[in-house]
């Protein structure tokens, strides 16, 4: 079995914000797309144009309707990959030390030329994050993006993993969360992230933002403008260009 170190360097990790998760999955297609192509094997599909298919990822989108106990159902989109734990179950379950968890950074990545696939680590992790690549008969995971993050040859405001980098609604953020004054941490701190299923005890890195409350209309029966209101114009009689364009279009 593979031991994880006494402690790491940085907790680097994300941040991921369920309220402003539109579940648009370009987060799931970026990171296909440059996992397919750099670190480690490729990621493969099965038979991706029939009714059978399947296909490796390492992050994926779950959406949920959640009924509160007041109030109108919600629709929460989930995104998902490894947490990058702290007591990662899945390292200290390998056989052959395939899987292990850096002490500079504190990422867990996996050896592919030493994984045999047998699937333990997929077993003993809680969030399903470990995905056997049927091609290459080795598991795959979130590497956050390992081969972007420290690219010199990349511009620097590439230097982040692929899904922070393609997500429009600005959902998910990179940063070390070890650093209590990190730009994530404070996050963290504001927002009340949390750690998902803590009573796992494997203490993720990852945490996720919870979604803000909804606003809420008045009563029944109060007299409510759904419409913007009207705004005054700035000017009564328009002038110079547009003044010329408002002539020119009533001759027609």
């Not at 209590?180 to 299923?197: F, H, K, N, T, W």
């Not at 990852?206 to 705004?231: I, S």
């Amino acid at each position: 079995m593979t031991t994880l170190p006494a402690k790491t360097d940085k907790k680097l990790g994300l941040v991921i914000d369920l309220d402003t998760c539109v579940g648009c999955h370009a987060c799931v297609i970026s990171c296909k797309g440059w996992n397919t192509e750099n670190y480690g094997a490729p990621l493969s599909d099965q038979n991706a144009y029939g009714a059978d298919n399947s296909g490796t990822f390492l992050n994926r989108v779950h959406s949920y309707e959640v009924q509160p106990d007041v109030g109108a159902a919600q629709l929460i989109h989930f995104p998902k990959s490894c947490l990058h734990c702290e007591d990662a179950p899945c390292v200290t379950v390998c056989p052959t030390g395939a899987s292990y968890k850096r002490v500079e950074d504190g990422i867990v990545l996996v050896n592919e030329s030493d994984c045999i696939g047998c699937g333990l680590c997929a077993w003993a992790c809680p969030y399903g994050a470990r995905e056997l690549d049927q091609a290459e008969g080795v598991m795959k995971k979130c590497t956050l993006c390992v081969d972007r993050i420290y690219n010199e040859n990349l511009p620097e405001e590439d230097r982040e993993p692929a899904c922070v980098r393609t997500c429009p609604s600005n959902a998910r953020h990179f940063g070390d969360l070890g650093d209590p004054d990190s730009a994530v941490s404070q996050l963290v701190a504001e927002r009340g992230g949390m750690d998902l299923m803590p009573e796992q005890g494997t203490k993720p890195v990852n945490q996720y933002l919870p979604p803000r409350p909804k606003d809420t209309l008045p009563d029944a029966g109060h007299e409510f403008d759904v419409l913007a209101p009207f705004l005054e114009p700035i000017a009564t009689e328009p002038k110079g260009f547009l003044s010329w364009l408002d002539k020119t279009l009533e001759k027609f």
